[in-house]
């Protein structure tokens, strides 16, 4: 079960932390930072604050993709505003690389920044469809962007003046596969036999064209199955245990979700940074999803060549 690992103001700026913080981080516990420990202007958290929700409630977060530097799934007409939301997003996802560089400095020599987005929805009842609720307990996976064994690790920041954001963990990654692996079905190994490699060489040209397929290690299609069956195990929802935490106004957090179960229960107004770290770089790489479950089923889960591709 995850821990609260608390990290007060400045503790961070001491060398010898850097390697503790991301050993708890790979021990499946939460970083919690009580304020935001970098400058965020309350003018942007103003506007933030300001932008509708939207027609629809089933309308996604808004993500910043910092590789384009364009943002999705905002309604607004006015491109004024959307411009001014879109630098406020690139300068939090600035803000946040920078602050973990330091940090997190074993892993900022080799990350992939990935999507930033901004949560301005009421968590608690929300109307999605079962898959997609945050509500429900779940490990993190992509189902149109394989990470072939890269970690994803989210910095949160609450910036909801009166509102805590309120989340439950269960068990960690390696106690659920020990539990689901046989309901689930670990798939075969990376088959890098004639068949394996065509069949490679057909999927990457087929992304390269309009027909956008996921070219999904067998570890990417274990993770999204275990994702779905979480989501939709009543029984598991129900019975597993749980620790209950609360985020408060400006509070930040950091936690390596495809490794500790976890749902958002309530709280309206965060941000979130992405990052995807390389399974070099981790201090415990023994600890990861994909060396557990390798471990588990004496499978070769991914290929290193695609695995580098996602950093390229």
């Not at 309308?59 to 607004?76: C, F, G, L, S, W």
């Not at 609450?158 to 020990?178: C, D, H, M, V, Y």
């Not at 990052?275 to 004496?298: D, N, T």
């Amino acid at each position: 079960m995850a821990k609260k690992i608390v990290v007060l103001d400045g503790e961070w700026n001491r060398p010898e932390n850097r390697f503790k913080y991301c050993e708890a981080l790979e021990d499946g516990n939460i970083l919690f930072f009580p304020t935001t420990p970098f400058d965020f202007p309350q003018e942007e958290i103003s506007f933030l604050l300001q932008q509708k929700q939207g027609g629809s409630a089933l309308r996604k977060n808004i993500a910043y993709k910092p590789h384009v530097d364009q943002i999705t799934n905002h309604e607004t007409r006015d491109a004024i505003a959307a411009e001014k939301l879109k630098d406020i997003l690139r300068s939090y996802s600035h803000r946040v690389s920078a602050f973990l560089q330091a940090v997190l400095e074993p892993y900022s020599k080799s990350w992939k920044l990935d999507y930033a987005s901004f949560r301005p929805f009421q968590e608690k009842g929300r109307k999605l469809r079962l898959r997609a609720r945050n509500d429900l307990l779940h490990v993190d996976a992509f189902p149109t962007r394989p990470l072939h064994g890269a970690r994803i690790l989210r910095f949160f920041t609450n910036i909801n003046p009166t509102e805590n954001r309120s989340w439950a963990t269960s068990k960690g990654f390696a106690q659920l596969a020990q539990e689901f692996a046989q309901e689930i079905s670990v798939p075969q190994s990376v088959d890098y036999g004639l068949k394996g490699r065509l069949t490679r060489k057909v999927m990457q040209f087929l992304q390269s064209t309009i027909v956008k397929v996921p070219l999904r290690s067998p570890y990417d299609a274990f993770m999204l199955k275990m994702h779905h069956f979480m989501k939709e195990n009543c029984r598991f929802q129900e019975s597993a245990p749980k620790d209950y935490w609360e985020f408060p106004p400006g509070s930040c957090w950091a936690v390596f979700t495809d490794q500790v179960s976890h749902a958002a229960l309530a709280g309206q107004y965060a941000l979130e940074q992405t990052f995807l770290i390389h399974p070099s770089a981790l201090l415990c790489p023994e600890k990861s999803p994909v060396s557990v479950l390798e471990r588990l089923s004496g499978r070769n889960l991914v290929n290193p060549e695609l695995l580098e591709q996602v950093f390229a």
